[in-house]
């Protein structure tokens, strides 16, 4: 029984120990020189936007290397507010605070506009108090903000460990825009991309990528379908014809400068549609309108109304009225 008890304690210990060394392993809370130089060093940064931001007051949260919202939420925020950034974009971290677990990365001003000294002056009189420069606060200056999130704490981190955590929204390493795209795309675009090629499949910004902004656009209809054609070279180089429906390449034609014509329609590359095409908007309660009051829209039910009033629900007239207590009564006959 000696050697069992022996050996179970033996365990024990080395159980206790190796929990004892992981704790010791733990980093420490962030310092205040360590807060004070992280601050220092990527306020103002230039990066290249790895994933879309939404604009509005709502941003993104990064934990564990995950981002939400994420999928369909995003592309729901995107379609009902549009983008603050997209990726690709260059941005710049305007500010960094570091609270409890959580250290915000700004960009572009944030997504609240910031009052000047000058516009936090009022002048008080008999009306009230009038600020001199008026300014709306919750202007959106295009900018929006991600939320690094810890478990517990802000632990001590070197920039190049605080890079490595940004990695799934920023890009500190990109030169350029087209390299800060790339990674963001399935390799087979990436490919095509990099080689200045179209699939069919490919989405507007894709295609731009690739070939750059078209010289020529046309605009037409085959029976019900509307397209558009994007136009690349002229004679006597190759000539591209990259047809879009929607935000999605459904035809590409090659002219060769030997006369040779290729020709492909059939889908190369699956990019998940976005909500907005998916579809139709649905639009927030408080979303601002343009219609005037009593203003009709075609998917309004139609009224028999004027159409410069808005419809009243009264009840037919009664056949017999009765008078009401303490309403005065006329017999009729004159006044």
Request: hydrophobic share 30%; charged share 25%.
């Amino acid at each position: 029984m000696q050697p069992r008890s022996g050996s179970a304690y033996l365990l024990t210990l080395l159980v206790l120990t190796s929990l004892c060394f992981a704790d010791n392993q733990k980093a420490p809370p962030i310092s205040k020189e360590t807060r004070m130089d992280l601050m220092r060093n990527f306020n103002a940064e230039l990066v290249y936007v790895r994933t879309p931001f939404p604009m509005g007051k709502t941003g993104l949260t990064l934990k564990n290397g995950q981002v939400t919202p994420s999928g369909q939420e995003l592309q729901q925020m995107i379609a009902m507010w549009g983008p603050a950034v997209k990726p690709g974009d260059q941005a710049r971290i305007s500010n960094v605070t570091v609270k409890n677990n959580t250290i915000r990365f700004e960009i572009n001003g944030g997504p609240v506009k910031k009052q000047k000294w000058y516009e936090r002056i009022t002048i008080a009189g008999s009306g009230g108090a009038t600020p001199v420069a008026p300014s709306d606060a919750d202007a959106n200056p295009r900018g929006s903000y991600v939320d690094l999130v810890f478990d517990k704490y802000v632990p001590e981190l070197s920039p190049q460990e605080l890079k490595d955590l940004l990695r799934p929204v920023f890009d500190f390493n990109a030169k350029s825009a087209v390299e800060a795209y790339l990674e963001t795309v399935p390799p087979k675009v990436k490919e095509a991309i990099t080689n200045h090629q179209v699939l069919v499949g490919m989405n507007r910004e894709m295609v731009t990528y690739s070939l750059g902004r078209p010289p020529l656009k046309h605009r037409e209809k085959d029976g019900d379908t509307e397209y558009e054609e994007w136009i690349y070279g002229e004679p006597p180089h190759d000539v591209d014809f990259v047809r879009f429906v929607g935000d999605e390449v459904v035809r590409v034609e090659i002219m060769k400068v030997g006369g040779e014509k290729i020709l492909r329609t059939e889908k190369e590359v699956d990019i998940q549609p976005t909500v907005a095409q998916q579809k139709p908007e649905v639009r927030p309660p408080n979303a601002p309108s343009l219609r005037r009051p009593g203003e009709e829209t075609p998917n309004d039910t139609p009224t028999t109304t004027s159409p410069n009033k808005p419809a009243l629900n009264v009840p037919p007239p009664d056949p017999n009225p009765q008078p009401q207590p303490g309403a005065p009564h006329y017999s009729g006959g004159g006044r």
